[in-house]
């Protein structure tokens, strides 16, 4: 079983600033795990993803993430927040290789940058 | 540029109305996922298929909702009556299995049920 938590529903930064959002995992199994970005109206665009090779992992838009097992986290940064970063940001969980094909989302980040 | 293409982008209907949502895979893709997405809820798997074979529909209400893949370049996903709580984003992703597992999202179809 897998499950996915994100810290926050709402994170608000100003624009240039440290963008944090928070992920930590649960799976009974080596997990795959991913972030992805929902703008307005639209579908969901993959970040990045963790897949058992290097634990820092860099994304597209400047964003990257480290996978921390004894924290069962996964965290997304990015060093300086630019306005078009404004959007929901999910993280999901799936095991790694095998047959699990399902994605397990967290509930989503909205991440509000400021002028 | 491989994208999942998805249709209608918008419908709205009355209750008791059958709905069909559609879905093109990505050329090669053999997995095919259906997703809703509500404020409340979040996103909620409903179904996915593996060369076209179902996989697990648990998600999926079974009384009212069927998902079907008539052959590789198309998937649907049917409400039949449909009910104002189905008003949702309904997504379909598609991915090549054997690989990571990374899922393509389509732009979704907005469904609005009065």
């Known amino acids: 079983a897998q499950s996915v938590t994100q810290l926050g529903s709402h994170v608000s930064v100003s624009e240039g600033a440290l963008v944090l959002l928070r992920c930590n995992y649960s799976?009974?199994?080596?997990?795959?795990l991913f972030w992805y970005v929902q703008y307005p109206n639209q579908g969901l665009q993959l970040l990045l993803k963790y897949t058992s090779a290097a634990t820092l992992v860099k994304g597209i838009n400047g964003f990257e993430a480290e996978f921390k097992k004894s924290e069962t986290s996964f965290h997304l940064t990015k060093p300086s927040a630019h306005m078009s970063d404004a959007a929901e940001y999910f993280c999901?969980?799936?095991?790694?290789?095998?047959?699990?094909?399902?994605?397990?989302f967290g509930k989503g980040t909205l991440l509000t940058v400021n002028p | 540029d491989a994208r999942v293409t998805q249709t209608p982008r918008h419908k709205v209907t009355e209750m008791g109305q059958e709905v069909t949502m559609r879905c093109q895979p990505i050329l090669g893709h053999n997995t095919v996922f259906w997703y809703r997405q509500t404020m409340m809820q979040g996103l909620e798997l409903l179904a996915y298929?593996?060369?076209?074979?179902?996989?697990?529909d648990s998600g999926m209400p079974k009384d009212r909702f069927s998902a079907e893949m008539p052959d590789a370049t198309l998937a649907t996903l049917k409400i039949q009556p449909s009910e104002p709580r189905d008003s949702a984003v309904y997504f379909c992703a598609t991915s090549m299995a054997g690989g990571t597992e990374t899922q393509y999202f389509g732009p979704g179809t907005r469904l609005l049920v009065l």
């Open positions: 298929f593996r060369n076209r074979a179902p996989l697990d």
């Open positions: 999901a969980v799936s095991g790694s290789g095998g047959s699990n094909y399902k994605l397990t």
């Open positions: 799976s009974s199994v080596p997990p795959y």
